[in-house]
């Protein structure tokens, strides 16, 4: 995702030059739909990963912003392309970060066993 960045839309309109990180933009009080998503490596379906070109992570919130104060807002892409991503006033975790760990710590679990399993067969030589 460092390629790439988040789109971001204002009551329909994209915000220019929105990156990864603090994105200040100025706004009048009021309540407004934003619009987020993780944009897809353009350049990949040139080398015919599709997938990786399709955008991805799309979430919408109202964000009320009070006069005189501004309004923080996190966003967070998932770690799998078919979830949404997150937006919300405080940080969150990416979507999909508790699956991974899931998934991760079973693969860990099989490596062991797949380790032990050759190291006795070498051993019991």
Request: hydrophobic fraction near 45%.
């Amino acid at each position: 995702m460092g390629f790439t960045g988040p789109r971001i839309f204002i009551n329909g309109q994209e915000v220019p030059d929105a990156r990864w990180g603090d994105t200040v933009i100025p706004l009048a009080p009021g309540i407004y739909r934003v619009h987020v998503y993780t944009a897809g490596l353009r350049w990949a379906k040139f080398l015919g990963l599709q997938r990786l070109s399709n955008d991805f992570g799309f979430t919408d919130a109202f964000i009320p912003v009070p006069h005189e104060h501004s309004t923080r807002t996190y966003y967070r892409s998932p770690i799998v392309a078919m979830l949404p991503g997150a937006l919300d006033p405080q940080p969150q975790q990416s979507p999909g970060m508790r699956w991974f760990y899931i998934v991760a710590a079973i693969f860990a679990v099989f490596v062991g066993f797949m380790l032990y399993a050759i190291i006795s067969n070498i051993a019991g030589r």
